[in-house]
């Protein structure tokens, strides 16, 4: 039997992209842009201030932590997160392992930065 109808178009698939996302990522690469400072911008930072806690932010930062103070929480942080995914690689199989490798990546490559960022610092201090 001979096929009469042709098959419908194939739609693009619906993109999966976050205006929001997309927003706060242009704000911020605006901020960069213009920040304008000479030497550290770390030591520029005002330390940390609390902030509420809630259904979208059950952890509160506390207040008066300098920013390499903080960085350096962040980079352990995220070496945990690395530790973590990597356990859990182990015992997964197929999609969930590739997914589970993109995390570690991505979560090894924002630690790279960090402490790039505080290395970097400490040399323009020491310098």
């Known amino acids: 039997m001979k096929k009469i109808v042709p098959d419908p178009p194939v739609s693009p698939p619906s993109s ?14 605006h901020a960069l842009a213009n920040i ?11 330390p940390t201030a609390a902030g509420p806690t809630g259904l979208d932010n059950p952890f509160t ?5 300098s ?20 356990e859990i690689t182990e015992h997964a ?3 969930e392992r590739g997914l589970i490798w ?15 960022l505080l290395d970097g610092n400490r040399r323009t201090l020491q310098g």
């Open 102 to 116: 993109s995390l570690v990546h991505s979560v090894e490559m924002a630690r790279g930065v960090v402490d790039a």
């Open 16 to 29: 999966r992209r976050n205006p929001a996302h997309d927003l706060a990522n242009q704000r911020v690469r």
């Open 67 to 86: 920013a390499e103070e903080a960085l350096l929480h962040v980079s352990m942080l995220l070496k945990a997160a690395e530790e973590v995914s990597d």
């Open 93 to 95: 199989s197929g999609v």
């Open 61 to 65: 930062v506390r207040p008066g932590i």
């Open 36 to 46: 304008g400072v000479e030497g550290s911008l770390i030591a520029t930072l005002q």
